[in-house]
């Protein structure tokens, strides 16, 4: 299915049902009382994060989004029935925004949330409300409120723990692929990935973290070059970053260079990606003979950067890169229990 990330709804709750204007005509009773009853309410349209869901394309193809109204109350005191309400299930990490004025309304980042997003209109009322002792035939009854109605925007920023982040061809897709049972697109071109892939990484019985892939960032990224910066929203929640880096015919210079870009690139994007720790993943040493990766190991442990030699293709080093993702994550009380 279609990975859609941005979309704009309008949601209408339920109108609620008028009241009845009626008056009891039974046998021998000329003059009976007022007995219209209530109108029921107006349903209203409630949201909800799940997690069978990755995608907002279900929603591309209608716009409008409406709860039942609720209906008129009847003779005989009889309440009308309230309108049923709608529930919208979203992709979880969705976050909601007013379309007009843009303030967030709602973050849907735990499936136990939901969230009354526009209230059914209140019920109308029968002539028997209006009975005093004054005035014993009242000819009134009020219509239901109107239901409220709002444009929303809706964006979805996947949840992850860990996000994935480099030059196309890097080796992101190829490492989500070793770690989990993700199948994400690998080959030997850039731009493989097109949009995000998430990959759960069953650390044990019981625990597990979400790593998510996304396409490659080139220098010029955050001004919207190549795919641009539409998919570094979904890196913005992560616990931490993973620079993975393609050693191959690369000196040490090159690779601090390529660390440096994608830097820049994160920072003019956000700079609240900067802040988030950033391990680097140096990719495909089988291609490097032992000397030449030896030397490299030597170069950077002068540096401050926490680094990490890998290959997904002989998965050298995957294990002690995930025991240490997992750590981390646990240390930072982050990690999920199934
Ligand atoms: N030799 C070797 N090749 C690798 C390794 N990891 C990935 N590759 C190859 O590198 C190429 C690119 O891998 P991908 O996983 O698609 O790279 P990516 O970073 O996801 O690329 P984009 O989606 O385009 O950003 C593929 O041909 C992989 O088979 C490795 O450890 N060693
Ligand atoms: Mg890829």
């Given at each position: 299915?279609?990975?859609?990330d941005e979309t704009v709804i309008t949601v209408r709750a339920g109108n609620g049902g008028s009241g009845c204007l009626s008056f009891r005509r039974e046998k021998y009773i000329p003059f009976g009382g007022p007995d219209g009853g209530d109108g029921g309410d107006g349903g209203s349209v409630i949201i909800k994060g799940t997690d069978t869901l990755n995608t907002l394309a279900d929603f591309r193809n209608k716009s409008l989004y409406?709860?039942?109204?609720?209906?008129?109350?009847?003779?005989?005191?009889?309440?009308?029935?309230?309108?049923?309400?709608?529930?919208?299930?979203?992709?979880?990490?969705?976050?909601?925004?007013?379309?007009?004025?843009?303030?967030?309304?709602?973050?849907?980042?735990?499936?136990?949330?939901?969230?009354?997003?526009?209230?059914?209109?209140?019920?109308?009322?029968?002539?028997?409300?209006?009975?005093?002792?004054?005035?014993?035939?009242?000819?009134?009854?009020?219509?239901?409120?109107?239901?409220?109605?709002?444009?929303?925007?809706?964006?979805?920023?996947?949840?992850?723990?860990?996000?994935?982040?480099?030059?196309?061809?890097?080796?992101?897709?190829?490492?989500?692929?070793?770690?989990?049972?993700?199948?994400?697109?690998?080959?030997?071109?850039?731009?493989?990935?097109?949009?995000?892939?998430?990959?759960?990484?069953?650390?044990?019985?019981?625990?597990?973290?979400?790593?998510?892939?996304?396409?490659?960032?080139?220098?010029?990224?955050?001004?919207?070059?190549?795919?641009?910066?539409?998919?570094?929203?979904?890196?913005?929640?992560?616990?931490?970053?993973?620079?993975?880096?393609?050693?191959?015919?690369?000196?040490?210079?090159?690779?601090?260079?390529?660390?440096?870009?994608?830097?820049?690139?994160?920072?003019?994007?956000?700079?609240?990606?900067?802040?988030?720790?950033?391990?680097?993943?140096?990719?495909?040493?089988?291609?490097?003979?032992?000397?030449?990766?030896?030397?490299?190991?030597?170069?950077?442990?002068?540096?401050?950067?926490?680094?990490?030699?890998?290959?997904?293709?002989?998965?050298?080093?995957?294990?002690?890169?995930?025991?240490?993702?997992?750590?981390?994550?646990?240390?930072?009380?982050?990690?999920?229990?199934?």
């Open positions: 299915m279609k990975f859609i409406k709860a039942e109204n609720g209906k008129s109350g009847g003779s005989k005191n009889k309440h009308g029935r309230n309108g049923e309400d709608l529930i919208i299930n979203l992709p979880l990490g969705c976050v909601i925004y007013d379309n007009e004025s843009d303030e967030e309304l709602y973050d849907l980042d735990d499936e136990s949330k939901s969230f009354t997003i526009v209230k059914g209109g209140e019920h109308g009322y029968g002539n028997v409300r209006f009975k005093t002792s004054t005035n014993r035939a009242p000819r009134k009854k009020t219509n239901g409120k109107e239901g409220e109605f709002k444009e929303i925007k809706i964006i979805l920023k996947v949840l992850a723990d860990v996000g994935l982040v480099g030059l196309p061809n890097a080796g992101k897709s190829s490492f989500l692929k070793s770690v989990s049972m993700a199948k994400p697109k690998v080959a030997d071109y850039e731009f493989t990935t097109l949009t995000p892939n998430l990959g759960v990484v069953l650390y044990s019985d019981y625990e597990k973290f979400v790593v998510a892939d996304i396409p490659g960032i080139i220098e010029g990224a955050s001004k919207g070059v190549g795919l641009g910066i539409r998919f570094l929203k979904h890196i913005s929640r992560t616990k931490m970053l993973l620079n993975l880096i393609d050693c191959s015919f690369k000196t040490y210079e090159d690779i601090i260079k390529e660390i440096d870009k994608i830097k820049n690139e994160l920072n003019s994007f956000d700079e609240e990606l900067i802040k988030k720790d950033k391990w680097i993943v140096i990719n495909k040493i089988d291609l490097l003979d032992e000397e030449k990766l030896s030397d490299l190991k030597n170069r950077f442990k002068e540096t401050d950067f926490h680094v990490y030699f890998i290959s997904t293709v002989n998965k050298a080093g995957i294990k002690e890169l995930t025991d240490n993702i997992y750590e981390y994550l646990k240390y930072e009380n982050r990690i999920k229990e199934i």
